[in-house]
């Protein structure tokens, strides 16, 4: 099936990451030309990009006039951006309770994976706002949806992005843009090198597998071919607002 993706600019943020990489990967294999955005994984991100024929830019997310530049930089070498997905995040490996969490902890949380989607969001949206067309995919989390013990900070910010924060964009975007969507995917535990360190015991991979329909982790490319469904109009053009987790049918973890 044509995605309809085909020259379509579209800017994955966090793409020298596992999932991000995938997104950016599923993307370029659709057609499209990805901007492949990285704030620290300058090495993986110049090889994504030369693999995919894209382009490789550096920002940092959590600051307004690097944000701005990286979207001015898109346009400039691209053309107008017509996806974004916000995909940058941090999820914090150590298992802290909210009473043994330093605030430092929380508020570095916090920023990265609320400001820098506000920022990323916010950015491209003035670039929509003046082609009038375009659509966003936010990579949120089932810890937003269902919690996550010992990462109430993780667990906070991808809810905020997966509740209201979406709600209020999906409605927003038809202004700037009437056929203007806005989704989000939910991944599960899914094996990246984020995550490496966390699901090497098979006795953790077993207790977090245990409420899932499907026994498995999920692989980034699973996250990624839903986030290309997402964006293409083609298939979801009447989608918006709507979080599709991908998890395996997770229904919770087992305390």
């Keep these: 099936?044509?995605?309809?993706?085909?020259?379509?600019?579209?800017v994955v943020t966090g793409a020298g990451g596992g999932i991000g990489g995938a997104i950016a990967r599923a993307f370029a294999d659709e057609g499209a030309r990805v901007a492949v955005h990285y704030r620290s994984s300058r090495e993986p991100a110049e090889s994504l990009a030369e693999q995919i024929g894209g382009v490789a830019l550096r920002a940092d997310l959590t600051l307004e006039h690097e944000t701005d530049a990286?979207?001015?930089?898109?346009?400039?070498?691209?053309?107008?951006?017509?996806?974004?997905?916000?995909?940058?995040?941090?999820?914090p490996p150590d298992d802290e309770p909210v009473w043994?969490?330093?605030?430092?902890?929380?508020?570095?949380?916090?920023?990265?994976?609320?400001?820098?989607?506000?920022?990323?969001c916010r950015a491209f949206l003035r670039h929509v706002e003046r082609s009038g067309r375009g659509n966003i995919v936010i990579v949120s989390s089932t810890a937003g949806l269902i919690g996550?013990?010992?990462?109430?900070?993780?667990?906070?910010?991808?809810?905020?992005?997966?509740?209201?924060?979406?709600?209020?964009?999906?409605?927003?975007?038809?202004?700037?843009?009437?056929?203007?969507?806005?989704?989000?995917?939910a991944p599960g535990w899914t094996t990246t090198e984020m995550t490496r360190d966390a699901i090497a015991a098979p006795e953790f991979v077993e207790r977090i597998t245990r409420t899932m329909a499907m026994p498995k982790l999920g692989r980034a490319d699973d996250v990624?071919?839903?986030?290309?469904?997402?964006?293409?109009?083609?298939?979801?053009?009447?989608?918006?607002?709507?979080?599709?987790?991908?998890?395996?049918?997770?229904?919770g973890r087992v305390l």
């Design 148 to 185: 996550e013990a010992g990462h109430s900070d993780y667990a906070a910010s991808k809810s905020a992005l997966a509740g209201g924060f979406l709600k209020s964009l999906k409605n927003e975007i038809v202004r700037i843009a009437p056929q203007g969507r806005v989704n989000a995917v």
């Design 224 to 251: 990624a071919r839903v986030v290309v469904a997402l964006a293409s109009d083609e298939v979801s053009g009447h989608v918006t607002g709507t979080v599709v987790p991908v998890a395996g049918g997770m229904e």
């Design 70 to 91: 990286l979207f001015d930089s898109v346009e400039a070498e691209m053309g107008s951006p017509d996806v974004l997905v916000a995909n940058a995040g941090v999820w």
């Design 1 to 10: 099936m044509d995605m309809g993706l085909k020259d379509k600019v579209v």
């Design 100 to 120: 043994a969490m330093s605030y430092e902890r929380w508020r570095h949380t916090i920023t990265t994976n609320l400001d820098a989607t506000f920022l990323s």
